[in-house]
């Protein structure tokens, strides 16, 4: 987790540029998997720079974004200033007991999937309150983005990601009903340099690589985008993804 937050910090403006944004469809499933309004609060857990926060805005809740990195939480107030934003980790949540009606974790809960975890999760939420887990995850059926992906391969190390499914087995869990699993269409659309380029070098295990080693990478995804004729010399590209969403109960 430490390289995480370190890499993280190094390219929090980055992250908040690089990332997909989510399917209108997600509008939905806040509204009726989590039963999200006007009349609820909840809290986004690893808020990061505020990419999800901006959708649980739309659903009229209270929100209150907690995150751990100083840079990443630096971003979110500078763009959502009107967030109640506090640092925090899954293990210490600075909330009262029974305080709120969801916890949602978008692109975060692979990094601190534990018994722990969960626990403050639950002690946290009111009674029938709701977990949501939410993922972009790349269409790596396509040629291109199974590249991108093993280009990365080599950074990786032991850094918790969602396609190894390993956050998973903290399930079931103490207090929570059976996961409920939905999916989404989505894509990134932009420049390469954006959507491919910066999306990678965004990446926790790339950021924190040093800078000689980034370039190495970001060479590497620029030849990639060369000689890949969908891609070369294209003002607008889309990077396929599926938005996979899980939600629970608290007993």
Known sequence: MHEAAKGFAKEAQAYARGRPE??????????????????????DLGAGTGKFTRRLLATGANIIAVEPVAEMLAQLTLILPNVAARSGTAEAIPVNDA????????QAFHW???????????????????????????????DWCAAMTAIMAPYEGDAPRYKNGE??????????GP????????GHTGHPEQVIVERVLSTSFIAALP????????????????????????????????????SCERY
Do not use: H
């Open 179 to 186: 996961l409920q699993e939905e999916r989404f269409r989505n």
């Open 22 to 43: 989510y399917p209108v469809a997600i509008d939905r499933w806040l509204s009726d998997a989590l039963r999200l309004d006007e009349t609820r609060t909840v809290v």
């Open 112 to 142: 601190f999937a534990s018994k722990a975890a969960l626990a403050e999760i639950r002690r946290v939420l009111k009674p029938g309150g709701r977990l949501g887990l939410i993922w972009n995850v790349r269409n790596e059926s396509i």
């Open 99 to 106: 305080a709120v009606d969801a916890v949602v974790c978008a």
């Open 211 to 246: 800078r000689p080693q980034q370039l190495i990478v970001a060479a590497r995804l620029r030849d990639l985008i060369a000689m890949t004729p969908s891609l070369n010399r294209r003002e607008e590209v889309t990077v396929p993804y599926q938005t996979v969403a899980f």
């Open 167 to 176: 956050w998973r087995s903290v399930f079931p869990a103490e207090g929570f």
